[in-house]
T-cell receptor
Framework: AQSVTQPDIHITVSEGASLELRCNYS??????LFWYVQSPGQGLQLLLK??????LVQGIKGFEAEFKRSQSSFNLRKPSVHWSDAAEYFC??????????????FGKGTHLIIQP | DVKVTQSSRYLVKRTGEKVFLECVQD?????MFWYRQDPGLGLRLIYF???????EKGDIPEGYSVSREKKERFSLILESASTNQTSMYLC?????????????FGPGTRLTVL
């Protein structure tokens, strides 16, 4: 079964500083990879996703992520964070099963705190 | 814009009660999902459905059942609520099969079982 690890439960970053959130997955083949964000009291919003092709993926709100097969990683980055980026971030995977729907397997989340 | 709505934002029930959580999507999506979210555990898949009257168990189906009588509506049922089912419940939907498409999430229902 696939699994997702987000090693950092909490991360504190100063406003304007760069950000990297880590995500490692465990799966026999290349999974489909997602990053979602959950702002306080809100549902989840998709930031970006990777299926194939260019390993550097651009998303919304200035986020990007890089797929590294050799490291089984899909880390999320942003060059300069804003106070509004404070939220919970989830990495998720879904295996290609060849047919039928599949639910997402989520990491446990990283809580991002922005310092003024 | 895709809209996924859930019938209640907050719900308080007593142990042993039968609980219905409703989810409606307005984009004619094939797939619908129910997750629960708990602090430190992330989101875990309870059940999903890829068509009307079709359902598949997710990772933690015990104590839950689902119903999909119409394409746009997916209900999660707690037959006899227990305190360990106190959680945030999130519904999601997506277009096509194979699970590769974006899942769109509702705002969640925070259920407290006393």
């Amino acid at each position: 079964a696939q699994s997702v690890t987000q090693p950092d439960i909490h991360i504190t970053v100063s406003e304007g500083a760069s950000l990297e959130l880590r995500c490692n997955y465990s799966y026999g083949a290349t999974p489909y990879l997602f990053w979602y964000v959950q702002s306080p009291g809100q549902g989840l919003q998709l930031l970006l996703k990777y299926f194939s092709g260019d390993t550097l993926v651009q998303g919304i709100k200035g986020f990007e992520a890089e797929f590294k097969r050799s490291q089984s990683s899909f880390n999320l980055r942003k060059p300069s964070v804003h106070w509004s980026d404070a939220a919970e971030y989830f990495c998720a995977v879904v295996p290609y099963s060849g047919g039928g729907a599949d639910g997402l397997t989520f990491g446990k989340g990283t809580h991002l705190i922005i310092q003024p | 814009d895709v809209k996924v709505t859930q019938s209640s934002r907050y719900l308080v029930k007593r142990t042993g009660e039968k609980v219905f959580l409703e989810c409606v999507q307005d984009m004619d999506h094939e797939n619908m999902f129910w997750y629960r979210q708990d602090p430190g555990l992330g989101l875990r898949l309870i059940y999903f459905s890829y068509d009307v009257k079709m359902k598949e168990k997710g990772d933690i189906p015990e104590g839950y059942s689902v119903s999909r009588e119409k394409k746009e509506r997916f209900s999660l049922i707690l037959e006899s609520a227990s305190t360990n089912q106190t959680s945030m419940y999130l519904c999601a939907s997506s277009w096509v099969s194979r699970g590769t498409d974006t899942q769109y999430f509702g705002p969640g229902t925070r259920l407290t079982v006393l």
